[in-house]
């Protein structure tokens, strides 16, 4: 059982930058893949980025490659999603979920899901 807690979520101008954390309870979380995804009003829950145990995989949905960086430090439990040059675009609930196992892209593929963080984006 893992339980996902994510932070960091706030207001930010256009072109502005935010980290949000995922902070995991549990032991061996580095037995974990972890993904970001996010959910606008009216849309469906979209992936973001996703990070492998060990931190030495990662992959990025298009929309967020070279803008996004998501990194892990197992030693704190944590995995962070590191968002700049961000658009009123981006403005969703940021999701963190976990799965044991090889990454994936894909969310139903994961089983521990946070409560959510709020970006909003101001243009």
């Known amino acids: 059982q893992v339980q996902l807690v994510e932070s960091g979520g706030g207001l930010v101008q256009a072109g502005g930058s935010l980290r949000l954390s995922c902070a995991a309870s549990?032991?061996?979380?580095?037995?974990?893949?972890v993904g970001w995804f996010r959910q606008a009003p009216g849309k469906e829950r979209e992936f973001g980025a996703a990070?492998?145990?060990?931190?030495?995989?990662?992959y990025y949905a298009d929309f967020v490659k070279g803008r996004f960086t998501i990194s892990r430090d197992n030693a704190k439990n944590t995995v962070y999603l590191q968002m700049n040059s961000l658009k009123p675009e981006d403005t969703a609930v940021y999701y963190c979920a976990a799965k044991l196992g090889r990454v994936r892209t894909s969310a139903p593929e994961y089983d521990y899901w946070g409560q959510g963080t709020q970006v909003t984006v101001a243009s």
């Open positions: 549990g032991r061996t979380f580095s037995d974990y893949a």
């Open positions: 990070i492998s145990g060990s931190g030495g995989t990662t």
